[in-house]
């Protein structure tokens, strides 16, 4: 059984106490996605149960864990806690209730969950998971795929690798997108379908999704590895207290490429849907992928009318009294070890 206590006995705790002597009075805040043993996670959005038990018994150590809306109301206050830092979780996953829950609880530290509530309860994946399902698992596709997107006509030969073998599977399932080449054309396509997917109006996006499911022969119905919360399960990661959870669009577009009136909607519909399951009132909020390019000043403006409290972004930043309660920045993190996660810290307090 999984206890607090025995997840990361053999690093020394006083080299903990040595490390905190070296951080900044200055807070941060920290973007998980999804605590989960996966085979393959060409986005790298999982930290394995082990590795993230291993982070959080650091930063109990080295850190004071807060919650998001202390931390806000300490940038608003301009008194930071000290050592502060804050947990928070993209898009809603699951496994955010069935594998992060109980291990936050174990040590006692809060956290945010942002939920896209279009995915609610759906048996279909994130369409990037769906676009690794299709291209990235074993089986055969036709050679030929053809689309059609923002008034560009694209091809793909998959040629040799409209077959994909298990053996190949296995060789290459800890690629990902970071990697500088390509080992397979499905590789390569899967790649560009999510360059290219990314920036589309959401019903552009959906169509193309479809198609590209029929195209493969690929059913609707995603993996258990991969399920999205339900509302049951949404208000079952809210019991306790522990747990906030925020609004994160309907439909996770990026806000810049839609019309301010489309971000409006997002935005709102998104806040009151979460609040009608939820029962009261949703104040943190963060913009879909989060990159500075990702949202505008319009988006920012849209937020505060919508009346949140708080609004987190998606590069990387300490907190001061000076930050931008509406773009709060985050570090993203990675399924590092403990150690390596030590390392990450240490280099967050360098970044100005």
Known sequence: MWSPHTAYTNFPISMFRTIRNFFTPSCMVLLYHRVMDLYSDPQMLAVSPKNF?????????????????????????????????????????????????????GFNVPATVFVANAYLGSTAEFWWDGLERIFLLPGDLPEGL???????????????????????????RQWNVLEPSHPTIRHRVYLELCGLLRDL?????????????????????????????????????????????????????????ISLEEQIQEIRQNKSTLEGILG???????????????????????????????????????????????????????????????????EFTLIE
């Open 53 to 105: 038990s291993e982070h959080l018994e650091v930063l109990c150590n080295t850190m004071h864990p807060v919650s998001l809306l202390e931390l806000s109301e300490g940038i608003r206050k301009n008194h930071l806690p000290k050592h502060g830092i804050v947990i928070t979780f993209d898009d809603g996953y699951a496994d955010n209730l069935f594998e992060a829950k109980p291990i936050l609880e």
């Open 146 to 172: 053809s689309l059609s997107i923002k008034g560009h006509e694209y091809r793909w030969n998959l040629r040799d690798s409209s077959r994909y073998t298990e053996e190949e599977y296995f060789r290459y």
């Open 201 to 257: 109006p959401v019903s552009d996006r959906e169509m193309l999704v479809r198609m590209i499911l029929k195209w493969s022969g690929t059913s609707v119905d995603g993996r258990d590895s991969h399920k999205i919360l339900s509302a049951e399960e949404l208000i079952k990661l809210e019991q306790g207290e522990l747990v906030e959870v925020g609004a994160h669009t309907v439909n996770h577009p990026v806000l810049a490429s």
């Open 280 to 346: 009261h009132s949703i104040t943190s909020f963060t913009y879909p992928f989060g990159g500075r390019s990702d949202y505008n000043r319009k988006t920012v403006s849209a937020v505060k009318d919508a009346g949140f409290a708080n609004a987190c972004s998606n590069f990387p930043g300490k907190i001061t009294k000076d930050t931008d309660i509406f773009q709060i920045p985050r570090f993203l993190v990675r399924n590092w070890t403990g150690y390596e996660f030590e390392r990450k810290l240490n």
